[in-house]
């Protein structure tokens, strides 16, 4: 039997696509119980019916995410034939990735944080784990690229995948604020041509 005040026909994978979008356009602070249902369709009894809580609908829409609109950037960071090529593909993918579509645009992850004072710490730590991520990713990959000869042993691993971390995170805020995709991929050339002095500096 359907839950109490759920239209007939509700599709769950499409309400949590709708919720998706809300959080990633507001923000997990700002998207309001009335913003969500008004966007899924469905009323306050039927959300909590369905996905438990805020929290539990929004960590099932950063998983929704991660496997559609932010899928693609990272996966192929362990694969590619150089650490070099490895995050030139993930910059390129980001400017793509981050301007497909008219709305929204950058990443949800980035995006949707809450503010740390009075915020949902189990919200905060599972994206702040999945940020982490990414740079463990990189420095892994830098690593390895260490013990196959492609880079010199002084390499400072660590701080260049922060660096290029943080210069994707910086994408994001660019994508929201309107940057086109041409501006997005002029900034990761510019981060590209510094690769062979970021590499050849004692770390």
Known sequence: MPQRGRPRGFDRE?????????F?????????LADLTRAMG???????????SKESLFQEAVALYVRTEGSGIWEQVETAPTARAAIEHVLNT???AFTRGPAPRGCMIVLA????????????????????ANGCLLERR????????????????RAIA??????????????????????LLAIANCAMSGWNALTTQHG
Request: one cysteine or more; glycine letters at 6%.
């Open 24 to 32: 990633w356009t507001q923000g997990y602070d700002n998207a309001s």
């Open 94 to 96: 980001t400017a793509e």
């Open 14 to 22: 499409e309400a949590l696509r709708r919720a998706m979008e809300v």
């Open 113 to 132: 944080a809450p503010q740390m004072q009075g915020a949902n710490p189990h919200i905060c730590d599972a994206l702040k784990a999945h940020r982490q």
């Open 42 to 52: 469905i009323n306050a009894p039927s959300l909590y019916a369905t996905f438990g």
């Open 162 to 183: 922060n660096y290029y971390v943080t210069l994707q995170h910086g994408m994001s805020i660019q994508a929201r604020d309107g940057a086109s995709r041409e501006t």
């Open 142 to 157: 830098l690593k390895r690229a260490v013990e196959e000869g492609e880079l010199p042993a002084s390499t400072n691993c």
